[in-house]
């Protein structure tokens, strides 16, 4: 606890107690949001007292603090994961110092696998429920009981709100036909999935797959913060479609998403 609000106190300090009211996570290849926010503070995740520091080249490492769609935003660009080395409670760090700060929802990108062969490349697929195939999770240990209950509920995992509502944003916007919704399943990593694991993700009932966010939306959750993520369907991995992932293919793909997206999420924002 005092590493987090040490944290929220070197922010507050830095950014004349900028107050703001959504966070954004953004994954994998899906950054140019940030370009969007009118920028008041940055903030190097180096300078800020028990920050992690991102290990993955694709992951900027900065907290911008700023005005999005005439929303005030804190974007994490740049997320830690479980598969560099992190604890559960490292990787949840920047959500809980949000929250701090006075978050009041979350939303989350990623980039994952798509198992149900519906899916095409560079669908968006709003993210209904979750399978978390981690070994651990952010809530073992002592209960951090200023931020939330010793056994929160997980029945509605994804606000309900925030799902219909990026579902009309979406159709409003045109991207129907491509926004997809599902269950989100949280594999250790790093390495991808064999086929056999991929046919067993499926088997048990995810839609995508991937490294990241299960973590975090675990973290909101446990403090009542209504949460809204979204997957950018990077390689297609289900029967037929299965090849080897090569990173810069899974790269080229979320770019071709993320105009989606940063126009999905700045729709919620504005309505
Ligand atoms: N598996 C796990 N994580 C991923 C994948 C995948 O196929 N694609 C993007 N992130």
Do not use: W
Request: charged share 15%; glycine share 8%.
């Amino acid at each position: 606890m005092q590493a987090i609000q040490e944290a929220a106190a070197y922010i507050q300090a830095h950014s004349a107690n900028f107050q703001p009211t959504t966070g954004i996570i953004l994954g994998t290849g899906l950054g140019a949001l940030a370009r969007e926010v009118e920028v008041e503070f940055e903030i190097n995740y180096a300078d800020i007292p028990n920050f992690p520091l991102s290990t993955v080249e694709s992951h900027a490492g900065r907290l911008l603090l700023g005005t999005l769609a005439g929303h005030k935003v804190a974007v994490l660009q740049g997320r830690f994961h479980y598969y560099e080395g992190y604890t559960m409670q490292q990787v949840v760090l920047p959500v809980r110092v949000l929250k701090l700060l006075g978050i009041s929802q979350l939303f989350v990108s990623n980039a994952a696998g798509g198992l149900n062969p519906e899916f095409a490349l560079s669908d968006l697929m709003l993210i209904d429920d979750h399978i978390n195939l981690l070994p651990g999770n952010p809530l073992i240990g002592p209960n951090l009981d200023e931020l939330g209950p010793r056994f929160p509920d997980m029945f509605a995992p994804y606000d309900a709100d925030l799902l219909a509502r990026a579902r009309a944003a979406a159709v409003a916007l045109g991207y129907g036909s491509t926004t997809q919704r599902g269950v989100y399943v949280a594999a250790p990593g790093p390495m991808l999935e064999t086929p056999a694991e991929y046919r067993y993700l499926r088997t048990i009932g995810a839609d995508a797959v991937g490294m990241s966010t299960v973590p975090e939306v675990i973290a909101a959750r446990h403090m009542g913060l209504p949460v809204l993520a979204v997957s950018v369907i990077t390689d297609l991995c289900y029967p037929g479609q299965l090849k080897p992932v090569v990173i810069s293919e899974i790269m080229a793909a979320a770019a071709v998403a993320e105009p989606r997206l940063t126009a999905l999420m700045k729709a919620l924002l504005a309505g």
